[in-house]
């Protein structure tokens, strides 16, 4: 140790006691001190907050001038829940943007991938249109929604309105890269997928394996024959059914709260019976849902309401379904 420098030593030491061991022993360079901090385990404000403590520690020791600290932590295995329709129009992505925020509200570490490239629409339900991703050693970071869900989407990285006029193996290389992201602290990711059978879909089922599936569908005859033409598409891959979710399911008039059911009424549920999957819930038709959803504010981020209670009540389904999984 030179004269006017800090004892190394005996940092490293200070430093593994403040942290508990999560500390690599320190360098020091030119007046730059660095070090790896294990962040394992830990959440965004307990990571933040031994960041500071570390930095504090340091001032003032002789010889360094500046810090430079790098995070780690072990990768988790990461669990893919694809969200599927046989037809558009049904509130599949209005289901997975809720689902992915009602899922974190529950405790689960979620994030969101948008897989509709042709059509993306998750920025919009999520409030992030106009972020844009950054990227380390080609590798994107999410972006951080104001819900607690980091997600991605082709609407962050084009333009509002353009057109991707992209062939199958292209979208299915955006999707890859989209799932491949820096998913640090999420160990469950709620893929959107478009609607049918085609490329994307079968991009996701070869290249990341689902570990489940929730299939959406309005009760109404033709959406329901549409939604197991993708119920077959998962079941022939081997990719397990978490189950149905009916969308849309009755109207309540706002003048006199009478309830109708312009696309029928307990459809998906029987349908789920007949193919022997469980069915998770249904979700009204509601204007509430329509004006927050524009918004970019998802009902399920909210603490009451029918909304919020619906997108709830089929995030306690999937997350039990989840545990059993891990066990």
């Given amino acids: 140790m030179g004269p006017g420098m800090t004892d190394l030593s005996a940092l490293a030491d200070r430093l593994s006691s403040l942290t508990m061991g999560r500390a690599s022993a320190p360098r020091l360079r030119e007046g730059m001190l660095t070090l790896v901090l294990d962040v394992t385990g830990l959440s965004g404000p307990?990571?933040?907050?031994?960041?500071?403590?570390?930095?504090?520690?340091?001032?003032?020791?002789?010889?360094?001038?500046?810090?430079?600290?790098?995070?780690?932590?072990?990768?988790?295995?990461?669990?893919?829940?694809?969200?599927?329709?046989?037809?558009?129009?049904?509130?599949?992505?209005?289901?997975?943007?809720?689902?992915?925020?009602?899922?974190?509200?529950?405790?689960?570490?979620?994030?969101?991938?948008?897989?509709?490239?042709?059509?993306?629409?998750q920025p919009r339900?999520?409030?992030?249109?106009?972020?844009?991703?950054?990227?380390?050693d080609k590798q994107m970071i999410p972006i951080m929604s104001r819900w607690g869900v980091p997600m991605l989407s082709m609407g962050h990285l084009v333009k509002a309105g353009q057109a991707i006029a992209w062939r199958g193996p292209m979208a299915g290389n955006a999707l890859s890269q989209l799932v491949d992201a820096k998913w640090d602290g999420v160990d469950t990711l709620i893929v959107d997928l478009p609607p049918g059978t085609g490329d994307v879909q079968l991009s996701m089922i070869q290249k990341h394996k689902p570990a489940g599936a929730v299939i959406v569908s309005t009760p109404q005859d033709l959406a329901l024959i549409d939604a197991t033409r993708a119920v077959s598409l998962f079941e022939q891959a081997g990719v397990p059914m978490i189950g149905l979710v009916e969308n849309m399911a009755g109207y309540a008039c706002p003048s006199c709260g009478e309830i109708s059911d312009?696309?029928?009424?307990?459809?998906?549920?029987?349908?789920?019976?007949?193919?022997?999957?469980?069915?998770?819930?249904?979700?009204?038709?509601?204007?509430?849902?329509?004006?927050?959803?524009?918004?970019?504010?998802?009902?399920?981020?909210?603490?009451?309401?029918?909304e919020a209670d619906a997108f709830?009540?089929?995030?306690?389904?999937?997350?039990?379904?989840?545990?059993k999984r891990v066990r």
């Fill in 125 to 136: 339900l999520m409030g992030s249109e106009g972020e844009k991703p950054e990227a380390i």
């Fill in 262 to 306: 312009p696309f029928g009424s307990g459809g998906a549920e029987k349908a789920a019976g007949e193919m022997g999957m469980p069915f998770l819930g249904r979700i009204p038709l509601t204007m509430a849902i329509r004006t927050a959803s524009d918004a970019g504010e998802p009902p399920a981020a909210g603490d009451d309401g029918v």
């Fill in 46 to 121: 307990a990571r933040e907050a031994m960041e500071r403590e570390v930095k504090n520690a340091v001032a003032g020791e002789p010889g360094v001038e500046d810090v430079r600290i790098a995070m780690t932590q072990e990768k988790t295995s990461l669990r893919i829940i694809a969200v599927g329709s046989g037809k558009g129009g049904v509130g599949k992505s209005t289901l997975s943007a809720n689902l992915a925020v009602a899922l974190t509200k529950l405790g689960h570490r979620v994030g969101l991938v948008d897989a509709d490239i042709y059509g993306p629409s």
């Fill in 312 to 323: 709830r009540a089929i995030a306690e389904k999937v997350g039990t379904w989840l545990r």
